[in-house]
Structures are given as C-alpha cells and as structure tokens.
C-alpha cells in the first residue's frame, strides 16, 4: 500500500479520477497555491471549501446514491474538514429538480391519473429535494401533505454510482481500500432497500405506531393508497427544519425537551424495536413552535441483528471497560480484534477501541448528560483523527469493525452530533439490562 | 364506402387488422390479396386508403403520433408549460403510447440496418413532427428560450429529430423495469439540447471574440 502513505501530494491526482470535478479540484489548489504565493497567511480553509463546493456539485449531478454517499460522509463530522461538512449537508436540500412532465408520467404510470386529478392544488416545483427523489406540497381537502417523488433508475443506478464514489471515499473519508469493501456492501444493501418506498412506508407506519407513546414526538400519517414503488404520500409537516430551528434561538427548556424527544425515540428504537431510524441527518426532523420532534423519512431502517447488538451494547457498560478478558472475546466478536493479530497489533488496536468505547460510551455512564458540552465533542474530534491518521489503522490488511456497526456508528454519530447542535441536557435512559450492572 | 359493423372506418380496421396478423403471424402478410380475403373487405377498399403494406406501416405510427399529440393536448396544464416542458411531455408521452404498440414495433421494425436518418416508416410523422417542433421552436424564440444564432438556429428541428429517434432506438433496447433508463434519457437528453439551444457561454464568449477582433 505505498501510494496510501503519500497522500497530500496525490491528493489531486488522486481526485482527478473522477474527471471533472478532479480538474476543477486540481484548480483549486493552483489557485489556492497562488494566491499563497503572495499572502503566505492564508489557510486552507478557502481551499477546503473550494473543493467541497465542486464535489457537491457534481455529486448532486450524479444525483441518487452518489447524493447519498455524499450526506452519509457529512455525518461524520470527525472524519472531514468543517467546509466539506457544511456544504455536503446541504444535499438534502437543493439539487437539480425533476422536470414537471415527468413527475405527471411517475403519477400516470402508477395510479393512472394525474396528481392534478388526485390532488385538489399540488405545486408545479419541488419544494424540497430528498436524497433520491423531490418533494412537492399538496392539498386534499383540508389536508396539506407531502409528496414524495423518486427519480426515475435510481434502484439500477446505484451500484454504478458506488463505484463512481469509491475512490473519493478512499480519499475524503481515509478508509483503507479492504475497509470499504467491507462496508460498501452494507451501504449498498441499505441504499436499495431506501430506494423501495412501498417499503419505506410499511417501516414508517410500523415505526410510528411503535413510537406512539412517547412524549412529544410526532409522526406524519402516510397514505398507503396514494403511494407506491415510487411515490410517497404523506402529512405535510408544518415546523422548521433543525438548523433553522436553532437559529430562531429557542430557550433552553425547549432544547432539552426536543433532545429528550431524540433520546428516547432512538433508545427505544434501538434498545427494544431493534430496528432504527438510521437516518439521523439534520433534515429529517422538524420542529414545530410548541417544541415538539417531528420525524420524517425512513428510508434507511437498519434492523439489528442480535449477535451484533450483544457485544456492541456491552460495550457501555463501564464495568466492561475493566473486564479484560470479556473485553478480548467482545473485540473479537465484533471484528476489531482477529485471532491472527499480531500480539503488539492486539494491544494497539484494543487501546484505541477502548478509548473510543469509552468516550463514546460516557453519555450512557452519567444519570443526565450535556451533549452543549463542546469539550466532549472536540475529544471525540481528536480521537477521530488520531485514527484517521493513523498508519495502523490505514494499512490494515482486515477490516477493523463489524460490518453492522456501520449504520448503528452513524446513527449515534448523527445522534449525537444533533444533540451536540442543540445544545441539549438529556437524561440518558440506558437499557433495562444495562441499567441493573452499570455504574 | 362498405359500411363496417362497427363504427370504425375501413381505414382503422385495415391498420388494425394488419397489426393484428403482424402480431400472431409473427411476419406480415404475404400479400395484399390474402390480407384483404381474410378481413373479408374487397381489394380496392384497400387501394381507397393504402397502397402498400409499407403505406399502412406508416400510418400506424403516425396515428401512433397523432394519439400523443391528442392526449396531450387533453391535458389542461399543457399550454402553461414552457417549451422545455412541452417537449419533455410530448416524449414521455410518446413513450407511452408506443409501449401499447411495443410487440408490434419490435416485429416490424427493420433488423440489423444501419441507423437511418429517414427511415421509411416514419416519414409521415416526421413531417408531422417537424411542424409540432417548428411550432415549439417559435414559440420558445420568443419565450427566449433558445436563442437565434445565424445557420444554427434553422437546424435546431432537425436536430431535435435526431433526438427523436435516438429515444425510439433507446427505447426499443431498454430492459429496465418500466422502461425507467428511457425516462432518465429523456429527461437527460431534453435539458441539454435546451442547455445548448438556451445562451450559454459559447455566445458570450463569441461575443467576447467579436468586440476584441473589432477594437483590435
């Protein structure tokens, strides 16, 4: 793996695979580096956000998984610089819309109407962007819902795309080439499941049932009838969208009371459906003015298998993190560790896990924690790029991790970086089995 | 003329009739002798609309295109498109309408030729066509949808009629589920002969050109 440990110098060359936006990138640094010439000051942040912006747009030109792909490594705030992070959450607003004819053929061809004749008013424009596919606003009645609209070969395009992306994700996110592998398999599955909406809609009703009983959580209602493999209708959501939420500076009261929502929504999720919202990207929940989460889109469910979840979620006992025989087996379990590790890559790689565990696993040590605490955060920060940059780690010739972990990573990634954005105090509810042996 | 059972003219009872055998035979007819017998319609009432077997081909599709245009105008949102969107309706549309013809169009379309810019059977929807796109292409001149260059912009029909049979043949070889990867063309194809019809920085980077040759 000798071109992996040069990699500021290939970084361009590397990117250029991916034809045009590698030439534009390879700009930018030309630009970037002559414009240093003359003010030696200048950082890379320009450059960062440069080279963000013209990813992203040929990304959304891509549209589909590669749009997708594009959010997922948006959630790892860890794992990119600050601009590609800004600009990449963005894909779930704007990209190139569906021209109106054809969501009028989606219709014909799935219902035999048009949505002029299903609908009382519905808008001519997307109003909104999903990752594959473009919500318009409709009126039934009294009824304001959302309508959901896939693009048309999203299902057939998305192995091709995820070999589109590949070597970008070598790059941006620093995965060696086996760990990719290893998880694009898992990213695929998940993506061709998102593009199924009589799925999604089968999950979300299930969901929402589930989730009924808790507090301050609301879900649409969904209209079996008026949606199919492509289409998607539902209650429009009236609130606003997290980061527009927090600008309107909400008072702390109301901040606790949403993160709370979020907490127990996916504590209960994970810890008793066993099956999870792993979505958790800022534009899937909309809050409405009495604080109360509302959450949409459940395209990516990940169901949790219980050979996954036993060792995974002894992890957060804090007892565990002593136990070091337990500890071993649970690493090899869950494929951090492989019996054929050298003794010296076993004690490297175990300390790493095991500080990671334990960072990530301090929300769950304490009664209530303070996800606004901003130090917490940067330590999981420096611990990310500790790994990202270490060796070790890239030249590894087995995947570090179960493949599981992927989705169930991002969900607490995600979960945690919205907690962390609105400042929240939560009371960690941890699960009852863990409740009885922890702290 | 002889008064059919039904309401149909013997001009559609012949196209139909002809798909019809086309489609169980597997062949066309071998001659328009045997094909009359077996519809019971004497020759000339035949010669009264079509003279070749080729002739009927031709009009099946251009009733094939006459469908479209009707459906098309059916729908009370059309005249408030813009021209993009017209254009997009009309082969999403046209899509469609062929599909209910697919088994027929497969099996009498000619094999293994080279692509033909004038393909026989379609000369008739193609003068057809060309007078929707002129039609069309006014109207988006105007709109300043696309944009009047000298020479170029007379072409602009024909240009889009290569289009139009670049989505038939795209279509015929299509085995996407719903014949998804054909909406994805159109739609893709659409926006980038509006994107190359529309200004774009060609023009002003002629127009770049032209002041600096003049003020040299």
Redesign the interface.
Known sequence: MKEQSKIPTSKVQRAARFVKTGAKVGGNYVKHYAKKAVNPKLTKEGLHSDNARDIYNSLSELKGSALKVAQMMSMDKNMLPTAYQDKFSMAQYSAPPLSYPLVVKTFQQHFKKSPSEIYDVFTKNAVNAASIGQVHKARQGDKQLAVKIQYPGVANSVRSDLKLVRPFAVRLMNLNEKDLDHYMEEVETKLIEETDYKLEVRRSIEISKACRHIPNLRFPQYYPELSSDRVITMDWMEGHILKEYIKTNPSQEDRNKVGQAMWDFYDYQIHTLRQVHADPHPGNFIINKDAELGVIDFGCVKEIPDEFYDPYFSLIRKDMLTADDTLMNTFKQLQFIYDNDSEADKVYFSGIIKEMMALLGKPFHQEEFDFGDDNYFQQIFFLGEEISASKKFRESEKARGARDGLYINRTYFGLYNILNELKAKVRTTKPEWAEKIAV | MAKAKTATSPEEKIKKAYVDYVLEHGTKPPSIFKFVKELKIKEEVFYDSFNSFENVEKHIWLGLFQETINRLHS?E?FAE?SV??KL??FF??WI?VLKTQRSFILETLPKGQKPDLKPAYLMAVRDAFKEFVTDLMLEAKETEEVKTRPYISDRYEDAIWVQFLFLINFWIKDE?I?F??T??A??KS??LAFDLMGTGPLDTMLDFGKFLFQNR
């Open positions: 729908d949102v498109y993009r969107e997009l309706a999403y549309t469609e996407s719903g998804e990867k909406d994805a159109i739609e659409v926006n």
